[in-house]
């Protein structure tokens, strides 16, 4: 376990780019299947990030933000 915390630690951009990807393959999933593409993926992303960012906010209360969290 501290393997692969030490390895996305140390590969923060790519963790980033992986990240981004994945949400942008579940935004589409659910954009296809969920709103029969009436709401486009990138919005539903967008939206994603939006929260992720808002969480991450108040879990630092206000002072940091998502790249700043810790493990």
Known sequence: MDYII???????????????????????GISKFLFRKKIP???????????LAYFAGVLTEGKNGI???TG
């Open 41 to 51: 993926g990138s919005a539903i992303a967008i939206f994603a990030g939006l929260v």
């Open 6 to 28: 030490t390895l996305l630690d140390k590969n923060g951009l790519m963790v980033a780019f992986l990240v981004t990807g994945i949400i942008m393959f579940a935004s589409e």
């Open 67 to 69: 790249a700043d969290l």
